[in-house]
């Protein structure tokens, strides 16, 4: 018989190494299985600090999740001596730079032997997806299920910014594009909310209840919201806890949401999660309420 399950998902963090310190905290604090999607370098006040405290974290912490994403791949290429530094090079939305890691690769190479090859052998361990039986956690978002998922390139885990054709396929979470709040389009939703660009990091708490008599029977589901701003300060901490109820969205209301309808999102204090020119980069806590019933 399974048991309740806890899962947090923290976006791109993008060497903000105070987010990362809090979000290991705060991942400790729900008792919950961390799940972290990549982009740990680049941007932020200390690329190789944020990873020493991830590489700590995922040896006090084996099972937690570390998922690669494009940064980490760029980085990792130079540590292999596959690319070469400051060089332009093709991508599915065009051209991209390795400038801003080369400048990280350069901090690797002054750092001791000893953290040299912990940073090495942790991104070499990184995986490109993790799924689970109600999700999908992967770098870059989803398209196209007529491609499975252990059939999709390295190169489409984690660089892919194409939604069409769409992912008809199992509810996933994913980081890459940026957004300024938790957004969701047709199965995915994106958590990463500006970390490294004067935005926060955001860690969404899954919570899935498994009744007693049976696993076979409806379980359900509800998400949390959680801000850590870039200078490791919790915004939200109490806001998350909220009562469990029956959404009643329709069909055609959860289509207009854009939302898959055997998840029903009820989105509290919130407009719905878009992108919006308008929105300030520190947006306000939210707070997600999901009923999930699964045959």
Request: neutral net charge; hydrophobic residues 35%; glycine residues 4%.
């Amino acid at each position: 018989m399974k048991h309740d399950s806890r899962i947090i998902v923290f976006g791109d963090i993008h060497g903000c190494f105070k987010a990362a310190e809090r979000a290991v905290q705060l991942a400790n604090e729900e008792n919950a299985l961390a799940v972290f999607l990549g982009d740990y370098v680049d941007r932020g006040p200390d690329s190789m600090k944020t990873l020493e405290i991830l590489i700590e974290a995922k040896k006090k912490n084996p099972d937690w999740i570390f998922l690669r994403g494009n940064h980490d791949q760029m980085l990792l290429n130079l540590i292999n001596c596959t690319t070469e530094p400051y060089r332009e090079f093709k991508v599915p939305n065009g051209l991209s730079s390795n400038e801003k890691t080369t400048k990280e690769f350069i901090k690797w190479q002054n750092c001791s032997r000893k953290l040299k090859e912990e940073i090495f052998l942790f991104l070499q361990s990184t995986l490109f997806y993790h799924e689970t039986e109600e999700w999908i956690f992967v770098h870059a978002p989803l398209k196209d299920n007529t491609v499975s998922l252990d059939e999709k390139t390295e190169e489409q885990l984690i660089w892919n910014y194409d939604l069409n054709p769409i992912w008809d396929g199992k509810q996933f979470i994913h980081g890459h594009d940026t957004v300024t709040r938790p957004t969701t389009t047709n199965k995915g939703m994106n958590i990463n909310t500006l970390c490294g660009y004067g935005g926060v990091l955001t860690g969404m708490l899954i919570l899935i209840s498994y009744p007693l008599a049976s696993i076979n029977m409806a379980r359900k589901q509800r998400l949390a919201s959680f801000s850590i701003s870039e200078e490791g300060v919790l915004m939200n901490k109490s806001q998350h806890i909220c009562n469990l109820h029956k959404p009643k969205h329709s069909p055609k209301i959860a289509k207009e949401l854009a939302l898959p309808l055997q998840t029903k999102i009820i989105f509290k204090n919130i407009p719905l999660l878009q992108k919006n020119k308008n929105t300030p980069k520190h947006s306000p806590t939210n707070t997600v309420d999901n009923d999930m019933e699964t045959q």
